[in-house]
């Protein structure tokens, strides 16, 4: 026992137990080609098992925010990882990429290995939602940098997509339909104003409000960011998917425009798709002005998809097909910008 280092705040065994503790989480989003076992020094994948032809590597990496507040006021862990790799996972969906491989990293200013735990429990879930295999991951205890109970966590992904079948928005024309995926809730964007909201209001987290249901505000908030890729993947099967776009922070008016092209807009049609209760309380507590909050929230659209008018119809009912809610929100225009009508 390091008895020296443990002194310091950092426990050298407790660390040990949270690698225990989770390896059965870990082993839980093995997939083709996942190589080796947790404890290796890097995670490995054989990327020629799958059998591509010209594959393209497609990468991202991402965070949580300050979602994590939310958790840490509830006491509630096991979901945060899920969001960690929705972030990530979506962002290489949008080149078409099917993601492979996950890895997170946590830094905690004291080790509760039942809290890290829940943690990765979220992050295999996340993984196995998405397909791919969590292969590593990194757990730092970092007293003095956190508080004892404080975290925060980070994911890396890598995806693959043949290179004919990349999506690089080089397709996308004026007339395009603009076919929107439904959100779980607020994802995890934008939480630094949702936190204001919710302090300045002196609103209760573990009570509901008139817009929540059953489900308490703090319940509401938390709610796991969706994760699309099974989903998305069946249409790009069949359907010749000109570009996607994951709508994350900056809301409709900066992701959106990231799949255009100079000399194009976007029209979206408010009422084709339902705006979530927890943007009304939002924009009620906050007194956002509403053309704003589609510049800061994903307002119930998670994920859009640009496509040729012929085959509209046939991704929404593919994308329904699977339990998602997917409709025609808009369409590509010639112009600029986005806007809501």
Known sequence: MAKSYEASGVNLEAGYEVVSRIKKHVASTNRPGCMGNIGAFGGMFDLGSLGYKHPILVSGTDGVGTKLKIAFALGKHDTIGIDAVAMCVNDVLAQGAEPLVFLDYVAVGKNHPEVVEAIVSGVAEGCRQAGCALVGGETAEMPGMYDEDDYDIAGFTVGAVEKENLIDCSKVKAGDVIVGIASSGVHSNGFSLVRKIVADN?????????????????????????????????????????????????????????????????????????????????????????????????????????????DAAKVVDILNGTGEKASVIGRVVEGSGVTIK
Request: hydrophobic share 40%; aromatic share 6%; proline share 5%.
């Open 202 to 310: 002196n609103l209760d987290l573990n009570s509901p409000l008139e817009e929540t249901g059953d489900l308490t505000l703090g319940e509401m908030l938390l709610t796991p960011t969706k994760i699309y890729c099974k989903q998305v993947h069946q249409v790009l099967k069949e359907v010749d998917v000109h570009g996607i776009a994951h709508i994350t922070g900056g809301g409709f008016d900066e992701n959106i425009p990231r799949i255009l092209k100079d000399g194009q807009g976007v029209e979206i049609e408010e009422g084709s798709w339902e705006i979530l209760p927890v943007f009304r309380i939002l924009e009620k507590y906050g007194k956002v002005p509403h053309r704003e909050m589609f510049n800061i929230y994903n307002m119930g659209i998670g994920m859009v998809l640009a496509v040729d008018e012929k």
